[in-house]
Protein backbone atom coordinates (compact mmCIF):
# COMPACT_ATOMS: atom_id res chain seq x y z
CA UNK A 1 0.00 0.00 0.00
CA UNK A 2 0.98 3.59 -0.56
CA UNK A 3 0.12 6.52 1.90
CA UNK A 4 -1.16 9.83 0.48
CA UNK A 5 -1.48 13.18 1.60
CA UNK A 6 -3.09 15.67 -0.03
CA UNK A 7 -2.21 19.17 0.24
CA UNK A 8 -3.40 22.82 -1.68
CA UNK A 9 -7.18 23.35 -1.04
CA UNK A 10 -8.69 26.21 -0.02
CA UNK A 11 -11.47 29.45 -0.57
CA UNK A 12 -10.94 30.99 -3.83
CA UNK A 13 -13.53 33.12 -6.03
CA UNK A 14 -14.66 32.12 -9.33
CA UNK A 15 -12.58 32.85 -12.05
CA UNK A 16 -9.14 31.60 -9.93
CA UNK A 17 -7.06 28.83 -9.55
CA UNK A 18 -5.12 26.19 -7.20
CA UNK A 19 -3.17 23.71 -7.44
CA UNK A 20 -3.69 20.74 -5.18
CA UNK A 21 -0.67 18.39 -4.76
CA UNK A 22 -1.05 14.54 -3.51
CA UNK A 23 2.50 13.58 -1.61
CA UNK A 24 2.98 9.61 -1.89
CA UNK A 25 5.39 7.69 0.83
CA UNK A 26 6.02 3.75 1.08
CA UNK A 27 5.72 1.27 -2.53
CA UNK A 28 7.45 2.51 -5.44
CA UNK A 29 5.41 5.54 -6.97
CA UNK A 30 5.87 4.50 -9.96
CA UNK A 31 4.38 1.75 -10.61
CA UNK A 32 0.94 3.48 -9.77
CA UNK A 33 -1.78 5.02 -11.86
CA UNK A 34 -2.61 7.99 -9.83
CA UNK A 35 -5.96 9.19 -9.99
CA UNK A 36 -8.13 12.60 -8.60
CA UNK A 37 -11.35 12.25 -7.35
CA UNK A 38 -14.08 15.17 -5.59
CA UNK A 39 -17.19 14.56 -3.31
CA UNK A 40 -19.59 16.74 -2.44
CA UNK A 41 -22.13 16.29 0.48
CA UNK A 42 -25.15 15.04 -0.95
CA UNK A 43 -23.86 13.31 -3.92
CA UNK A 44 -21.73 10.82 -5.34
CA UNK A 45 -17.92 10.59 -5.60
CA UNK A 46 -17.08 11.87 -9.02
CA UNK A 47 -14.10 11.21 -11.23
CA UNK A 48 -11.85 14.75 -11.70
CA UNK A 49 -8.48 13.40 -13.42
CA UNK A 50 -6.08 10.73 -13.95
CA UNK A 51 -3.02 9.91 -15.28
CA UNK A 52 -0.68 7.14 -15.86
CA UNK A 53 2.60 5.29 -14.09
CA UNK A 54 5.04 7.56 -16.80
CA UNK A 55 2.52 10.53 -16.87
CA UNK A 56 1.91 9.74 -20.75
CA UNK A 57 -1.29 9.49 -20.45
CA UNK A 58 -4.08 11.47 -18.83
CA UNK A 59 -7.80 11.42 -18.58
CA UNK A 60 -9.98 14.24 -17.46
CA UNK A 61 -14.08 14.25 -16.67
CA UNK A 62 -15.48 16.25 -19.07
CA UNK A 63 -16.05 18.94 -16.64
CA UNK A 64 -12.86 19.72 -16.00
CA UNK A 65 -11.26 19.56 -19.64
CA UNK A 66 -9.29 22.63 -20.35
CA UNK A 67 -9.53 23.87 -17.08
CA UNK A 68 -7.56 21.60 -15.08
CA UNK A 69 -4.06 19.60 -15.57
CA UNK A 70 -3.30 16.25 -14.02
CA UNK A 71 0.61 16.09 -13.58
CA UNK A 72 2.96 13.79 -11.41
CA UNK A 73 6.51 14.19 -10.73
CA UNK A 74 8.15 10.66 -10.22
CA UNK A 75 10.82 12.01 -8.33
CA UNK A 76 9.18 13.58 -5.96
CA UNK A 77 6.54 10.81 -5.23
CA UNK A 78 4.05 13.37 -6.21
CA UNK A 79 0.82 14.16 -8.01
CA UNK A 80 -0.31 17.87 -8.86
CA UNK A 81 -3.89 18.98 -10.04
CA UNK A 82 -3.43 22.80 -11.86
CA UNK A 83 -6.92 24.04 -11.37
CA UNK A 84 -7.75 26.91 -13.46
CA UNK A 85 -11.30 29.02 -14.11
CA UNK A 86 -12.59 27.26 -11.31
CA UNK A 87 -16.46 27.83 -10.91
CA UNK A 88 -18.82 27.44 -7.76
CA UNK A 89 -19.72 23.95 -8.62
CA UNK A 90 -16.14 22.31 -8.46
CA UNK A 91 -16.78 23.03 -4.54
CA UNK A 92 -16.04 19.10 -3.19
CA UNK A 93 -13.38 17.65 -0.84
CA UNK A 94 -10.95 16.47 -3.57
CA UNK A 95 -9.52 13.33 -3.70
CA UNK A 96 -6.31 11.38 -4.72
CA UNK A 97 -5.81 7.97 -5.13
CA UNK A 98 -3.23 5.86 -6.65
CA UNK A 99 -3.87 2.00 -7.90
CA UNK A 100 -1.98 -0.46 -9.52
CA UNK A 101 -1.61 -1.18 -13.14
CA UNK A 102 -4.88 -3.07 -14.14
CA UNK A 103 -6.91 -2.91 -11.07
CA UNK A 104 -10.02 -0.83 -10.32
CA UNK A 105 -9.85 2.96 -8.24
CA UNK A 106 -12.05 0.75 -5.40
CA UNK A 107 -9.45 -1.38 -4.32
CA UNK A 108 -6.64 1.74 -4.71
CA UNK A 109 -4.93 3.81 -1.92
CA UNK A 110 -6.80 6.96 -0.85
CA UNK A 111 -5.87 10.28 1.01
CA UNK A 112 -7.62 11.83 3.50
CA UNK A 113 -9.07 14.57 1.22
CA UNK A 114 -8.80 18.40 1.03
CA UNK A 115 -11.33 21.19 0.87
CA UNK A 116 -11.94 23.17 -2.31
CA UNK A 117 -14.77 25.90 -1.64
CA UNK A 118 -15.16 28.22 -4.71
CA UNK A 119 -17.65 31.40 -4.15
CA UNK A 120 -19.50 33.40 -6.56
Known amino acids: QVQLVESGGGLVQAGGSLRLSCAAS????????MGWFRHDPGKERDFVAA????????YYADSVKGRFTISRDNAKNTVYLQMNSLKPEDTAVYYC?????????????WGQGTQVTISS
Open 97 to 109: SAVLHGSSWSNGS
Open 26 to 33: GRTFSSYN
Open 51 to 58: ISRSGSST
